[in-house]
């Protein structure tokens, strides 16, 4: 069975940082661009950050609100994609997902409605 879990959520104060995991189980994420996307208590689910799949140059993106801050990278050996939080602020705190979908061509995507495979998701809080 072909699933994403992810790991590593937490809280923390602002201005700390975070590590979050996203594991593909029962398929290799080397054809998948894999992106974080998060939902706030009242929000609407936003994509965070996403990189495209090997073949595609594991190109990045990330949201204006993040950039600078997160980075996303792989991990092929371990089959998984890492996204780190730096400088986190309370506005980031939310529920994140990652979520997959085969990337056969350009780059990854923040379109919620066309990814294949989502984890359950896990908390971030940035609180004092």
């Known amino acids: 069975q072909r699933q994403l879990v992810e790991s590593g959520g937490g809280l923390v104060q602002p201005g700390g940082s975070l590590r979050l995991s996203c594991t593909g189980s029962g398929f290799t994420l080397l054809h998948y661009a894999v992106g974080w996307f998060r939902q706030a208590p009242g929000k609407e689910r936003e994509g965070v950050s996403c990189i495209s799949s090997i073949p595609n140059g594991s190109r990045t993106r990330y949201a204006d609100s993040v950039a600078g801050r997160f980075t996303i990278s792989r991990d092929n050996y371990e089959n998984t994609v890492s996204l780190i939080m730096n400088s986190l602020k309370p506005e980031d705190t939310a529920i994140y997902h990652c979520?997959?979908?085969?990337?056969?061509?350009?780059?990854?995507?923040?379109?919620?409605?066309?990814?294949?495979?989502w984890g359950k998701g896990t908390q971030v809080t940035v609180s004092s």
């Open positions: 979520a997959a979908v085969l990337n056969t061509f350009g780059e990854c995507t923040f379109d919620s409605h066309t990814q294949e495979y």
